[in-house]
């Protein structure tokens, strides 16, 4: 981005041979030591040397493309150079730079590669040097005179600070980068400074394009010096460029025909921003003309310009040549390139757009050294299509950019580029503004045509990340709708083919119907032919026959006769007849009589279901009310969780959760590091006071030990089918798990092993739906779905040390709970569906109760007298045992209530139909708690025996265990269940919460977090690294060991 | 009169096509019903699947989307213990789709216990078949008013034809009892040689007496399958084609039997030739049992059976009642009706088409 010139001196051989072979210089500025080759602005000089020394500043300004550059560096700086410049010394140093991205930087370099010990210094030392400059040049507005104070060698030396294309100030600065700002008014303040520090003689020229003067306003002091000394440079007239043309045509010693000049002069026209146009479309023709002409004296003429294209067509051929000259992996990266540094504005209006060469890599998809060898084919000193010059060597931060806007005019190839690319974004932004209204389900998802568009666009251009994020944040959101989009309109073809393959299958089938019936048909043909010869032949004995019958004809006569007789014996039972009718006629009336009473039956009927129809529209109206208040319950919801948030800032406990959140996103491959953020969130949140049953905490710690392979949270494999009743009792140390194929197993806990003895086995009809184990485990009575005999059905009863088992008749239908009495004397059931509560004293049965209303669940309370039901029609109804169990209503819940349950301090918890819990004292007066969490109805409840957890199964899928002693604590979610969950049981000493689904797994969940925060450091073998330390705790909070055991991670 | 025509055709067609395009909606309209549906039943918000399902089952649904939802349905109300409503929802996707199977392994066992529950096998098949015959016939006692020693007589088969109505039910797993009625034709050829016309007083060298019958018939027949009955998905490749092999038994009624000469004499000249019914000339007896035994496969076409096979029916009675017509066949052709069985050997195809009525069986 910088260049330093030193002194002029026409010395440097290569440069040299390249004047004489070609004297323009095509698309780049002219350079200082190319002056002799500089014509048309003679005279123009003065004026910008006199008021630069007089102001010690001065702007040269113009128009894109009309030499500004050029002009400073062969029409200024050798007048500069010769000492003309009066009322000071002749002895100058001219440092020159360019801002590019980082203004300051490129200064310091300028200034730095002035000294002559810098140019000798190894690249440590020029680090170390640049790095000293660029640090003094920060460190005040005062640096710059200072860096130069530095490197001044004699006192009487005169500074000139030539900024060349200081509007890349403004076009270069990064939107996204605040310090940008900051860095540009530094810059200028510098420049300012140095102007006015009158002891060492600094002279600033600054040139820009005139589009960006208004930018300047923003610097007050910068805006008074451009007033006070500025050159606006002016338009070359005709007769200018006609010696722009013709004199270093002449230097070059050559001749050029005059027709020539007058078509380029016609050619170029009045537009300001044409001469590099001119100069290229120069260089080019020369270079022809120096390869192909026909004799050595022949001047430049028209078919040299011709040959070259014209100055409409040079460029494009040009950057075609190089275009040509990559591989085909590097016409891609080529294309993306162009793609990434334009941008298109409104129809046909393509703009420049500079862009970061890390920026470019990464939209490519590529590496940067692959992208410089690229770029590098353009800006050959030969062709300069694209900025930096050259000679800069180029990094990650280097602003690409094209060397004139021209050429997006001109390359018909770029100018394709630049639609193309701005239709990609057109579909890039449309494709994102779907996946945002669909996200928030404003939109669906996308099909043909779309889709496909779509599609070809994404295969087309392969969009990456940096690319997509240059026009639309969501890039990812965005990728992915359009993947789900792909596969759901794949699953919808592959269902349609399915289903064209079955019609296909059918129209076979009818075929091949047909073709049997038409084989069948034709056999029957041949044999009608056959049959036909056959009956020719008969027709003519017929012949022969005929004779014979009429012999016969006589007897035939007497048989008429016959005949006769019996003619009149039918007229008589014709009579008959006419009376059976009459008969029929009266039989029909009554029919008809009947028909009309059938008809006003119907009619009745008719009247019954518009009345049904009015219920059921009163109905529609009763949903759609609950429907609002579920509504409702949903926004309360979300509001107590923000409450609980906004009340959660202690900053550890709250670093806890994250990192145990952030354990359970880590992938399976991260055991190692997953264990180890599970383990610290559980330091932090225990040594912090956290909520001993949290969550996160739980969660966190849960997957991990899960995925470090622990015993203890593996499942209860053994059964075939689902299951619907697990139980344990409160002593020894069994539970009890049966299915819905009958199946029975006992499981032992011995410590986080669990062994399982089968009770019984599969059996076909034999769906259980609740057990009991009486209090010593010896007793098992399962009921359930049993095959009936003479209308009642059975419960069975096991003995659970020797597995008998014996059978007690005399429920009906179905029993869908059982509970044996605290004393193990006697069980109480609910069967009938629902509509009856029967108790056993193992030998006999008696109902007693018969509910006026279903329930759905029943439940005893600890000294086994008071049995409360769940009723279908969302009551409450306690049966009394000290009164001959008699129904009363205790609490209205208003919903469908599924579960009940009771815990041995008499506290009832019921679940309902919408997942909602409440928790209420028996003949308590407060009301009831509300427990929200689950969000599909509950399937069971169960307290524990010690009085700390509620725990409740939902066919959402979850298990929550709600901490008795804080109802408004988070409960722990046990969300890690394939199917609904359909009942709950704690182990006996309540360490575990076993779980059973609608699947064959029983699910086991430690109740103690503590239990489960041991295991973790035994399964790794090292601690976080620092960097892990950094990134998932803070880098702020200084590392300590998860583990002691081990060492700290490298 | 043409116009009025077109006009007609015109409309038909625009009404075919808007009615078209209403079905094409409602149904995508009812496929996304079933997506949410299965979604309403993984999140257990089953009671709300009756109410989404009611409009799209009565009109909407493709046939094995209403199955989907029947299924889904039944589940709901299982799980909601609403066993009466699970009894109706099952006996309606049992009648609307007579092809349902429950999968044993991954249904649950709720579903199963149900649908076993219900009758879902059909209650019989009929269907029809047809096919070709050759006779082969066996003599037991050679009779004629030629020289029976020189005769060089023989008997060769010639091609009939069988069609049939059957109607089968099956037994357990492996045993099929079919009866079907059958109108059989049958023909063979008998060659005699040797033999002086007396009227005439040409010689005779070569008779052939072509006789055709066309029967009747009725047979029971009792099948054994070669493999058990089974779940259509675990049966492999030539399980599936249901091979069997069936004994049984069929009573012919002959209604004509037609005997048709054709003579060539040594002088090269042919005589008339004659036609005879032979059960009006009394010589065949009309009733002719056989006894079967036959080999077929029953491929599954859809919901529909398509079956062929090979059957062999061995006649055991003597088919000939009188051996001479003491007229033209005796005077003229100078033949004797032989004492023989007939046997037959049929090839066929067919269709079969189950009867289902599913109902509620009574425990």
Known sequence: MSEILEDISPSSSSNDKKVVDNPFPGLRPFKIEESHLFFGREGQSDEVLLKLSKHRFVGVIGPSGSGKSSFIYCGVLPILYGGFLTDTSPDWEVVVTRPGAGPIENLAESIVSRDPAYIAADEEEKKIKKTIINTLLRSSSLGLVEAVLQSRRSTDKNYLILVDQFEELFRFKDSDDSTAVNETLAFVNLLIEAINYSDVPIYVAITMRSDFIGDCAQFPDLTKKINDSHYLIPQMTRDQKRRAVEGPVAVGDAQIAQRLVQQLLNDLGDSTDQLPILQHALMRTWGYWSKYRDRQDEPLDIKHYEAIGTMSEALSMHANEAYDELTDDQKLICESIFKAITEKRGENFGIRRPTRLGEIAAIADVSEEEVIEVIDKFRDPSRSLLTPAYHVPLNAKSMIDISHESLMRIWVRLKNWVDDEADAVQMYLRLSEAAAMYQVGKAGLWRPPDLQLALNWQAKHRPTLVWGQRYHPAFERTMIFLEYSKKEFETEQRIKELQAKRRLRNARIVALVLAAATVISLGFLVYAFYQKTIADKARVEAVDNAKLAEKNAAEAEAQRAAAEKQREIAIQREADAIKAEAAARESEKKAIAALSEAERQKLRAEQGEEAAKESAEKARIAQKAAEEQRKIADTQKEAAQKAKEAADKLRMLAIGKSMAIKSTQLRNEQATLKGLLAQQAYIFNSENGGDQYDNDIFNGLYYAIKELGDPLVESLGGHEKGIRAVASSTTGNNIFSADTQGKILKWSLKGEHRVADTIINSRLYHLIRSIDVSSDNSKLVAGGEFPQVAGTTYVEIFDVNNNQKRTISGFEKEVWNVIITPDDRAFFTLDNDGKSIKRSDFNNVSQVAATSVRLNDIALSNDGKYIVGAGNNGKIYLYDGNKNYAESVIYDNGTKVLNIAISNDNVIGLGDERGLIKVFKLFGTTSPTRLVGHSSPIEDLKFSSDGRFLASASRDKTVRLWNRSNYTAQPIKLDDHPDWVFTVAFSPDNSQVLAGTKEEIVRAWPTDIEVMADKICGKIDENMTQDEWDIYVADNIDYEKTCEQHAKGK | ?363
């Open chain 2, 1 to 363: 009169m043409q116009k009025v025509n077109k006009a007609f055709y015109v409309l038909l067609i625009i009404v075919s096509v808007t009615f078209c395009a209403f079905e094409t909606k409602a149904q995508t309209a009812c496929t996304q019903t079933l997506r949410q549906a299965r979604t309403v039943f993984d999140e257990g918000r089953i009671h709300e699947l009756e109410q989404l399902l009611s409009d799209c089952i009565d009109n909407g649904f493709t046939d094995d989307e209403r199955t989907e939802a029947y299924r889904l349905l039944i589940l709901a109300h299982i799980y909601l213990d609403e066993t009466v409503k699970a009894d109706d929802a099952m006996l309606e996707l049992l009648r609307d789709n007579h092809g349902f199977e429950i999968n044993q392994q991954a249904d649950p066992a709720e579903l199963i216990n149900l649908y076993n529950t219900f009758r879902h096998d059909p209650i019989f098949f009929w269907g029809f078949r047809g096919g070709f015959n050759t006779s082969f016939v066996n003599v037991i006692e050679a009779h004629g008013v030629h020289d029976l020693n020189n005769s060089n007589a023989s008997y060769s088969n010639q091609l009939g034809f069988v069609v049939g109505l059957l109607i089968e039910k099956r037994f357990g797993s492996r045993i099929t009892l079919r009866s079907d009625l059958q109108y059989i034709i049958n023909t063979f050829d008998h060659s005699f040689s040797t033999f002086r016309r007396t009227d005439t007083n040409i010689d005779i060298v070569n008779s052939t007496a072509s006789e055709t019958q066309n029967s009747a018939g009725m047979s029971l027949m009792a099948q054994f399958r070669l493999f058990p009955e089974k779940e259509a998905i675990r049966k492999n490749k030539f399980e599936k084609l249901n091979p069997y092999v069936g004994l049984g038994v069929t009573g012919r009624y002959i209604l004509s039997s037609a005997l048709t000469f054709d003579v060539s004499n040594s002088a090269g000249a042919s005589p008339d030739g004659a036609s005879e019914d032979l059960i009006d000339a009394e010589i065949r007896n009309q009733f002719n049992p056989t006894a079967d035994i036959e080999f077929g496969i029953k491929k599954a076409l859809g919901l529909m059976y398509f079956t062929a096979g090979v059957r062999y029916s061995y006649g055991f009675l003597d088919i000939t009642d009188r051996h001479y017509d003491n007229g033209r066949l005796t005077t003229f052709f100078g033949w004797g009706a032989n004492d023989i069985n007939t046997h037959s050997l049929t090839a066929f195809i067919g269709i079969l088409i189950p009867q289902y009525v599913p109902k509620k069986l009574t425990k």
